[in-house]
Structure formats: structure tokens, C-alpha cells
């Protein structure tokens, strides 16, 4: 099994910033990519980034391009993920994942962090 656990979310006005992070422990070498997910009230959850083991191939949802970077350290067992530019329409609970290297998808998910943008 794997373990998630995600820190920093908070309140942050308009415009501001925040930086997540994701901690994982246990069977850390049956994982590869990982990535952010987050799902505000009456909506579907969403991929916001993702990023491969070797910290390549990075993806993100077109909402927040420019504004988020996701990194990795594996030395940490440690993703990142830096929110600038923040506006009310990301407020939502952001939970990180871990995709299984053999199955290729997210089996893993960490309890989520509420983040919440005031205008």
C-alpha cells in the first residue's frame, strides 16, 4: 500500500498563492506518475497536473496554465504542487494521487486539502 498525505491549503485572497505538498510513504516503488486532482461543490473532480516518475511529461488542465507548476522530488517522496495567481474559481479541495506502474491508474489518494480563494 500507499500512503498520501497533503499540507497547505488554507485561505489566500485573490491573486495570491499557495504551495501543496504530498508526501508518500509504504510501497513508494510500485508508483509512478502522481498528480493533482481537485472538486469544488456540485462539480466532477478533475486532473489539475500531473507529472511522471522522472519528472517529465507534464500535464496540466488548460484552467491553470501558466499559474500552476507542479514538481517532484524522489529523493522526498515528495510532490509539489506552486498555485499563484489565485482566483475564486480554484477554490475547491485539492487531493493528491499516485498511479500504480503496474495497473496505470490512481489507486492511491491522500484525504485532500481544502483551498479556498476569497475575492
Known amino acids: 500500500q500507499v500512503q498520501l498525505v497533503e499540507s497547505g491549503g488554507g485561505l489566500v485572497q485573490a491573486g495570491g498563492s499557495l504551495r501543496l505538498s504530498c508526501a508518500a510513504s509504504?510501497?513508494?516503488?510500485?508508483?509512478?506518475?502522481m498528480g493533482w486532482f481537485r472538486q469544488s461543490p456540485g462539480k466532477e473532480r478533475e486532473l489539475v497536473a500531473s507529472i511522471e516518475e522522472n519528472g517529465g511529461n507534464i500535464y496540466y488542465t488548460d484552467s491553470v496554465k501558466g499559474r500552476f507548476t507542479i514538481s517532484r522530488d524522489n529523493a522526498k517522496n515528495t510532490v509539489y504542487l506552486q498555485m499563484n495567481s489565485l482566483k475564486p474559481e480554484d477554490t475547491a479541495i485539492y487531493y493528491c494521487?499516485?498511479?500504480?506502474?503496474?495497473?496505470?491508474?490512481?489507486?492511491?489518494w491522500g484525504q485532500g486539502t481544502q483551498v479556498t480563494v476569497s475575492s
Open positions: 509504504g510501497r513508494t516503488f510500485s508508483i509512478d506518475r
Open positions: 494521487a499516485a498511479r500504480n506502474k503496474l495497473l496505470r491508474r490512481y489507486d492511491y
